[in-house]
């Protein structure tokens, strides 16, 4: 028969193995959701998108980090949420202003903490010296960020336009 004083050791050697053994064991590998987080900033992308088409900038600039950076070409860089909000706001203020884009492709990081997106946009608006309203067709590119609780805000975001029949007429005769 076993007694206490028989076990009590047993219990503690059987303990103490285990102990090592959980030591020098790997820990596994953390979880892969980049396709989860590629998810939740292709929402992120559409909520942004019909923040733009409601045209109400005070919901567009919830799209953006503190210091964000905007790029629209024929405009100065918009650093930081100020800048931000003030070039959408004369945006907004144009009757022809119209904007939409479909998202290409969406890539998270596999620490969970940045993303990008890529997308195909379509912009009505007085840009440029000659103020005269004009549709271009572009690629952007928006830098994504995740935020503490865990909601996605564009860090960086830039608009590319495609050459027009114009461009590619003068550079073929350029070259």
Not at 1 to 19: D, E, H, K, N, Q
Request: hydrophobic share 40%; net charge positive; aromatic share 8%.
């Amino acid at each position: 028969m076993l007694t206490v004083r028989r076990v009590m050791p047993l219990t503690f050697s059987l303990g103490a193995v285990l102990t090592l053994a959980a030591c020098g064991s790997k820990p596994a590998p953390p979880m892969d959701e980049r396709a989860v987080q590629e998810s939740v900033i292709r929402s992120a992308d559409q909520e942004c998108l019909q923040a733009v088409q409601s045209k109400t900038a005070e919901k567009v600039i919830t799209c953006y980090t503190p210091q964000a950076l905007w790029w629209v070409p024929g405009m100065p860089p918009a650093k930081g949420q100020d800048a931000i909000l003030a070039a959408w706001r004369k945006f907004f203020l144009q009757s022809d202003f119209s904007m939409s884009w479909h998202t290409t492709q969406v890539v998270a990081a596999r620490s969970g903490e940045i993303g990008y997106s890529i997308y195909d946009y379509r912009l009505t608006a007085r840009l440029g010296p000659s103020k005269q309203p004009t549709t271009e067709h572009g690629t952007g590119l928006a830098i994504w960020k995740r935020q503490l609780d865990g909601k996605w805000k564009m860090a960086a975001d830039m608009l590319s336009p495609s050459p027009t029949p114009q461009d590619k007429v003068a550079n073929r005769a350029a070259h």
